[in-house]
């Protein structure tokens, strides 16, 4: 049975994921931005940051707040960046031919990093499997993910015209924004691919 996602629950979903895991995920994002100029290291660090969280918050564990360090994300690093360079030139392909298409390559294949890593497929099946569980749920996926971003970029350029705390409210709504955004992709996975 075709799971059918709506742009509110997707909004509301991640809003709550977001903010459960607000703190952990504050503090892998600074520890990623000390340590990104690591070598070797940094693969990892990505890895866990784009994958290792979403997945946790999609099945409501506990992010550890050295998560991205984990061993295992560099582990899988062929599995990432095959996945991620697939994906890349579907996306880049689909560009080509006046952007739309390219967008919704994007988000029809925007699950498989998570399938390939999380769950161990290979990369054209999660890429496959993307494919499935996405279609007829782009146009939803797409509208939160809008809303979120038009939402974010009204208020910070609201904020930004506050003299002297305007850049510190404006980095608010920015990791607000990274908050909710891991929240919906979290709550879009736990719900379309729960089951593969």
């Known amino acids: 049975m075709d799971k059918k996602l709506a742009m509110g629950t997707i909004i509301k979903d991640g809003l709550d994921i977001g903010l459960k895991n607000a703190v952990p995920i504050l503090v892998n994002v600074l520890l990623f931005v000390l340590t990104v100029w690591i070598p070797y290291l940094n693969i990892?660090?990505?890895?866990?940051?784009?994958?290792?969280?979403p997945a946790k918050a999609?099945?409501?564990e506990a992010i550890s707040m050295t998560e991205i360090f984990d061993p295992k994300y560099r582990k899988s690093m062929s599995e990432f960046f095959l996945t991620y360079g697939l994906v890349s030139v579907g996306v880049f392909a689909g560009c080509v031919f006046f952007l739309i298409p390219g967008?919704?390559?994007?988000?029809?294949?925007?699950?498989?990093?998570?399938?390939?890593?999380?769950?161990?497929?290979?990369?054209?099946?999660?890429?496959?499997?993307s494919n499935k569980v996405t279609y007829g749920n782009k146009g939803a996926i797409f509208l939160a993910e809008l809303v979120l971003f038009v939402v974010a970029g009204i208020l910070g350029a609201v904020f930004m015209m506050i003299p002297f705390v305007g850049w510190l409210l404006y980095l608010a709504v920015v990791i607000f924004t990274m908050f909710v955004s891991i929240g919906m992709q979290a709550y879009i996975y736990k719900t379309l691919c729960a089951d593969e």
């Open 44 to 53: 990892g660090t990505i890895i866990g940051l784009i994958v290792g969280i």
């Open 58 to 60: 999609s099945r409501g």
């Open 103 to 129: 967008c919704i390559i994007g988000i029809a294949w925007s699950l498989a990093l998570l399938l390939a890593v999380d769950k161990g497929k290979a990369s054209l099946e999660a890429i496959s499997i």
